[in-house]
């Protein structure tokens, strides 16, 4: 049997997910990822031409089914499983919220993490070292005004995390969360955007409101979250289970109140 890790990223094509394939990657690891974006797998496929990857949406369980008929056509086991395919979902006052918005967040985020995890669970246990890791938000920590939907999902990472480490700790699976602060890039930046024009304020206040949200007053890298993602698959956290760790310069609050 190979030493080397067999990794499966959900929305491993981009952003966080692929900064965390990439970097399993050059450690010499074995990455299958899927994402919804048939153009992302193809892109990060070609210039990832170690990994290997299925078009799927987790949020539907056919999709779901075929990423595990692919893993095992691939690599035939799993050792480490990333829950990282998640959406921002709408923008609005609890009043305003977009139910259909609501109902897509939460099968994608919440939904999504339990279809995948559910396939993969089985793996892991045949895995001599099997590790989850969810990535959540420090949405998962408070409230979060005008984002009722990702805050639920995020905390609901958490929970799921919780029970799955009591659940699984007995077999020597650990299960842990990572939770990022805004993330630098397009997924934050739309989410700005979006923003500003609900509240009719510009992307620059709005842009401030959210740094001010953190101590350190700063945005974090998808490198810098693909560390702590790989610190806990690593066996320097072999007794290291059950745990939410935030990669946030530490945040305050999530007010989005410029007073
Ligand atoms: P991103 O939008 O840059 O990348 C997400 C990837 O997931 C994309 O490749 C996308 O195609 C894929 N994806 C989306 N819906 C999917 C679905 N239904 N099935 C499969 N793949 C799907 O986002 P990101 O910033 O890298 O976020 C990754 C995770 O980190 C998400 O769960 C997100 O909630 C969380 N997070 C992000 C931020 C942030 O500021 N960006 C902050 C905290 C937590």
Redesign the pocket.
């Known amino acids: 049997m190979s030493n080397h890790a067999v990794i499966l990223i ?9 900064c965390a394939a990439r970097r399993f990657l050059d450690q010499g690891d074995k990455v299958h990822i ?4 048939a153009e ?1 797998v193809s892109t990060f496929l070609e210039s990832n031409p170690g990994a290997t990857g299925t078009v ?4 539907k369980r056919s999709d779901v089914d075929k990423v595990f008929e692919d893993l095992a056509e691939h690599h035939g086991r799993l050792d480490v499983l990333v829950n ?5 979902g709408p923008s609005a006052p609890v009043d305003e919220q977009d139910e259909d918005g609501w109902d897509q967040c939460i099968q ?2 919440l939904s ?1 993490t339990f279809y995948v995890t559910r396939r993969a669970v089985p793996l892991l246990r045949d895995s001599a070292n099997g590790r989850i890791i969810n ?5 998962a920590l408070h409230g979060y005004p005008l984002r009722s939907a ?1 805050a639920a999902s ?1 905390w609901a990472m958490i929970g799921l995390m919780k029970t799955w480490a009591m659940e699984l700790g007995p077999e020597g699976i650990r299960v842990n969360a990572v ?5 630098s ?4 930046d739309g ?1 700005i955007e979006r923003e500003a024009e609900q509240r009719g304020m510009s992307v620059e206040q709005v842009h401030d409101v959210y740094l001010r949200q953190t101590s350190m007053r700063t945005f974090v890298t ?1 490198d810098e ?1 693909a560390d702590t993602v790989l610190f806990l698959a690593s066996d320097a956290a072999r007794k290291i289970s059950g745990q939410s760790i935030c990669v946030d310069g530490h945040t305050e609050g999530l007010s989005n109140w410029l007073d």
Request: positive net charge; aromatic residues 2%.
């Open positions: 959900s929305g491993g094509a981009s952003g966080i997910g692929g899927c994402d919804v974006s992302r799927a949406d987790v949020g990282n395919a998640g959406i921002a994608i985020n999504g990535i959540s938000s420090t949405a990702y995020k939770c990022p602060t805004s993330v890039g397009p997924r934050i989410v998808p979250v």
